[in-house]
């Protein structure tokens, strides 16, 4: 099983819908959990970081943490064209600091 | 302004032919990293390094080498790049708040793409 698991998509919504993206991880000591979007060609950038069971909101984005079903979303209200990257969800495993495993993405599209 | 910054941007090598791709951050960071990006395989990190002078292997050390002599500056090694080595690269730095606190978040650079051929 890998570390960690997104749904794989790609997901495509139109302008102003909830978008919703899912990410699974194995290590049950995990404690740490960040999601980064990436635009084609560009590096990561950290939309939202979760430590604690439940929902963290900010802006427009809600992450949700469940460690009971070791299972991490992101929702994307009222999306935008230019929401459209792709979503990466990324674990710091267990107790060690510094080490981030990635996902393989979802590729997220918002059409007009 | 906060960056991590590699050098080069773009690069195309022959096989065999070593090259060093280089990572500085301003930030005082104690972490640092690199990853390789591939289609449908994702962001894997090839080493890390908790500061200077401790570096451990990643989920793809092979081929690849790292030194940490400064806090800044963390330079990826391809003594003998081959044609699967092509990829996007990417250096990232965090701060160590300790083990008392959370993780923060890693700053990635803009990437290098490499072609070996």
């Known amino acids: 099983q890998k570390e960690v698991e997104q749904n794989s998509g790609p997901l495509s919504v139109p302008e102003g819908a909830i978008a919703s993206l899912n990410c699974t991880y194995s290590?049950?000591?995990?404690?740490?959990f960040f999601w980064y979007r990436q635009y084609s060609g560009k590096s990561p950038e950290l939309i939202m970081s979760i430590y604690s069971n439940g929902d963290k909101e900010d802006g427009r984005f809600t992450a949700q943490l469940n460690k009971a079903s070791q299972y991490v979303s992101l929702l994307i209200r009222d999306s935008q064209p230019s929401d459209s990257a792709t979503y990466l969800c990324a674990v710091v495993r267990g107790s060690t600091l510094g080490r981030l495993y990635f996902g393989r993405g979802t590729q997220l599209t918002v059409w007009p | 302004e906060a960056q991590v910054t590699q050098n080069p941007r773009y690069l195309i090598t022959v096989t065999g032919k070593k090259l060093t791709v280089t990572c500085s951050q301003n930030m005082n960071h104690e972490y640092m990293s690199w990853y390789r990006q591939d289609p449908g395989l994702g962001l894997r990190q090839i080493y890390y390094s908790m500061n200077v002078e401790v570096t451990d292997k990643g989920d793809v050390p092979e081929g690849y080498k790292v030194s940490r002599k400064e806090k800044r500056n963390f330079p990826l090694i391809l003594e003998s790049p081959s044609p699967n080595q092509t990829s996007l690269y990417f250096c990232a730095s965090s701060r160590d708040r300790g083990r008392e606190d959370r993780d923060t978040e890693a700053f990635f650079g803009q990437g290098t793409r490499l072609t070996v051929v």
């Open positions: 290590d049950r000591g995990s404690q740490s």
